[in-house]
């Protein structure tokens, strides 16, 4: 089977400080990676993508990632979060022309 | 990147009424579309993907009969919940990607459906 874990539901953290959001993925075969960030009422924008290569991925306002093919992770992190940064974040993987999104985590970033 | 446009961002319509939803792809040729539905604090479901001048794949337990899905052009397709009720509420959100698209999905911006 198929799927994406994120294991946090939300997180909450203070401004300026790093955080984490965590997400693993199922599959039998190759995938290409995703994290996306939704913000209130609307649709998803991409926050950056692993498709092959160097393991480490470098986003959109700060965000990076690591795909861990043995441990089957793609987290996310930022050194240092602002305000703005509040929002659904949402890790995907992408197979037989279908996405398989994770069931999002919560980022709350409080002052 | 590419830009997807849904409309309406919202829209509220009466219970055994039918509401149509928009998605283009305004700078590219969309040959595959996705229509996603979110429930509150949930992820995306998948409802059905669209390719152009064919009939929509539905997932499980999505009712063709009642999510009618149209992609006529490469850069529209159509969502039209037929007969809606209050269940049907939710936010629509959909996605296109262009030829030989399996690295990258451009979302729309969403609509929030409210049957009353």
Redesign the interface.
């Known amino acids: 089977a198929q799927s994406v874990t994120q294991l946090d539901s939300q997180v909450p953290v203070f401004e300026e400080a790093p955080v984490e959001l965590r997400c693993n993925y199922s599959s039998s075969v190759s995938v290409?990676l995703?994290w996306?960030v939704q913000y209130p009422?609307?649709?998803?924008?991409?926050l950056l993508?692993y498709?092959s290569g160097s393991t480490l991925v470098k986003g959109i306002n700060g965000f990076e990632a690591e795909f861990n093919k043995s441990q089957t992770s793609f987290h996310l992190r930022k050194p240092s979060v602002h305000i703005s940064d509040t929002a659904e974040y949402?890790c995907a993987f992408?197979n037989f022309?279908?996405?398989y999104?994770?069931?999002?985590t919560k980022l709350n970033v409080k002052p | 990147g590419a830009v997807v446009s849904q409309h309406p961002s919202r829209v509220i319509c009466k219970s055994g009424t039918s509401v149509k939803i928009e998605c283009r792809s305004l700078d590219f040729q969309a040959t595959t579309m996705f229509w996603y539905r979110q429930f509150p604090k949930k992820s995306l479901m998948l409802m059905a993907t669209s390719n152009e001048g064919s009939k929509a794949t539905y997932e499980q337990g999505v009712e063709k009969d009642k999510f009618l899905i149209n992609h006529a052009s490469l850069t529209l397709s159509t969502l039209t919940v037929t007969s809606a009720h209050p269940e049907d509420s939710s936010f629509y959100i959909c996605s296109a990607g262009d030829r030989g698209m399996n690295t990258e999905a451009f979302f729309g911006q969403g609509t929030r459906l409210t049957v009353v």
């Open positions: 290409y995703f996306y009422n609307q649709g998803l924008q991409l993508k498709l949402f992408y022309n279908k996405f999104f994770g069931s999002g």
